[in-house]
């Protein structure tokens, strides 16, 4: 980048402490937000903004309603920035002199919970040179924050696939009722409950942005006995919450198969219907730099995935045998 006798072009530290800070700003389009997560004045960042603008002679930002835009120089700078930063943060966790630190995992609360948390010394016993920390989050980190947040493998439940990052494995989920036992009478292929009207418990956000009755709208389709006037709807923002509530006898939850595992097995939540569970979402594994076949983010993949098979498969064993008696 030696273009200029003057140095205008030549890269230097100071100009390449000004992209880093651009690129802070262009992934979240905001002055103000860029200086917090910097912690130094949005005077400070728009100063520099101006000098790296003045210093290159181009115009990286137009401001259009009171928010930040890229221009199409900004979006190639923003580009070459990130694979830059792509390339950096590779090659340090090669250096066999680095460190290393803990595999950073993020997922939704209620997976920490209910099924990920309690299953850790397992893979510390099979995996002893690998450490986790593991980062429960109401909504996923997007993919231009992997590298800021420090994430190295995300693991989702949604419908679809998301688009940039590698998916290393994926099970898809099945759902179908639970509740807590002697909430609901068999009666064939309805039920009723010993209190006056079945609840029906939801967990509003199954993963961010879905619908909120995507679960129950599901179920109903094959089982139209659940779906009517006469049952009362409570609302959760999470599936652990419903889960939590239908184990103390408030309603019925829809269940997934991996979630409500060690729920089942300690017999504080039943099946609240015979019918066969339905697909639900997916859990997709998924990361921005796996590295080769033997490394510690694609080591966890797989055990998870195949731990959460074993799961689902115990799961659908319980099921049948409550179907058979």
Same mark, same amino acid.
């Given at each position: 980048?030696?273009?200029?006798?003057?140095?205008?072009?030549?890269?230097?530290?100071? %100009?390449?402490?000004? +992209?880093?800070? @651009?690129?802070? =700003?262009? $992934?979240?389009?905001?002055?103000?937000?860029? #200086?917090?997560? /910097?912690?130094?004045?949005?005077?400070?960042?728009?100063?520099?903004?101006?000098?790296?603008?003045?210093?290159?002679?181009?115009?990286?930002?137009?401001?259009?309603?009171?928010?930040?835009?890229?221009?199409?120089?900004?979006?190639?700078?923003?580009?070459?920035?990130?694979?830059?930063?792509?390339? %950096?943060?590779?090659? +340090?966790?090669? @250096?066999?002199? =680095?460190? $290393?630190?803990?595999?950073?995992?993020?997922? #939704?609360?209620? /997976?920490?919970?209910?099924?990920?948390?309690?299953?850790?010394?397992?893979?510390?016993?099979?995996?002893?040179?690998?450490?986790?920390?593991?980062?429960?989050?109401?909504?996923?980190?997007?993919?231009?924050?992997?590298?800021?947040?420090?994430?190295?493998?995300?693991?989702?439940?949604?419908?679809?696939?998301?688009?940039? +990052?590698?998916?290393?494995?994926?099970?898809?989920?099945?759902?179908?009722?639970?509740?807590?036992?002697?909430? /609901?009478?068999?009666?064939?292929?309805?039920?009723?409950?010993?209190?006056?009207?079945?609840?029906?418990?939801?967990?509003?956000?199954?993963?961010?942005?879905?619908?909120?009755?995507?679960?129950?709208?599901?179920?109903?389709?094959?089982?139209?006995?659940?779906?009517?006037?006469?049952?009362?709807?409570?609302?959760?923002? +999470?599936?652990?919450?419903?889960?939590?509530?239908?184990?103390?006898?408030?309603?019925?939850?829809?269940?997934?198969?991996?979630?409500?595992?060690?729920?089942?097995?300690?017999?504080?939540?039943?099946?609240?219907?015979?019918?066969?569970?339905?697909?639900?979402?997916?859990?997709?594994?998924?990361?921005?730099?796996?590295?080769?076949?033997?490394?510690?983010?694609?080591?966890?993949?797989?055990?998870?995935?195949?731990?959460?098979?074993?799961?689902?498969?115990?799961?659908?064993?319980?099921?049948?045998?409550?179907?058979?008696?």
């Amino acid at each position: 980048m030696d273009r200029d006798s003057d140095g205008t072009g030549k890269l230097d530290g100071q %100009l390449l402490s000004d +992209l880093w800070l @651009f690129r802070s =700003v262009a $992934r979240f389009e905001s002055i103000t937000a860029a #200086a917090r997560r /910097l912690n130094v004045t949005q005077s400070a960042v728009s100063q520099r903004i101006l000098r790296l603008e003045r210093r290159l002679n181009i115009a990286l930002f137009v401001r259009r309603r009171g928010r930040l835009h890229l221009t199409e120089s900004g979006y190639n700078m923003l580009g070459a920035m990130n694979v830059v930063s792509s390339t %950096l943060n590779g090659v +340090l966790e090669d @250096f066999e002199g =680095v460190r $290393r630190r803990a595999l950073v995992v993020s997922c #939704a609360p209620s /997976l920490a919970t209910e099924w990920l948390v309690p299953r850790l010394e397992d893979f510390y016993g099979r995996n002893p040179d690998v450490e986790l920390s593991i980062k429960a989050e109401l909504i996923p980190t997007s993919i231009d924050n992997f590298d800021d947040q420090g994430v190295d493998v995300m693991i989702e439940y949604q419908k679809e696939p998301t688009a940039g +990052l590698h998916e290393l494995a994926s099970l898809q989920e099945l759902i179908f009722p639970v509740c807590a036992k002697g909430y /609901l009478i068999d009666e064939g292929d309805n039920h009723r409950s010993t209190a006056r009207q079945i609840t029906r418990l939801h967990d509003v956000v199954p993963w961010v942005d879905g619908p909120m009755y995507f679960e129950w709208d599901t179920w109903v389709v094959t089982a139209p006995e659940w779906a009517g006037k006469d049952f009362l709807d409570r609302h959760f923002n +999470l599936a652990h919450l419903a889960y939590q509530a239908a184990r103390s006898g408030q309603g019925v939850a829809m269940g997934r198969t991996v979630l409500v595992h060690r729920l089942m097995r300690g017999e504080e939540l039943v099946a609240a219907s015979k019918r066969p569970p339905v697909a639900g979402a997916t859990y997709r594994v998924l990361a921005s730099r796996p590295g080769g076949t033997r490394s510690p983010i694609r080591r966890f993949a797989k055990w998870l995935i195949d731990e959460m098979k074993v799961s689902q498969e115990q799961t659908l064993a319980m099921l049948q045998v409550g179907v058979s008696r």
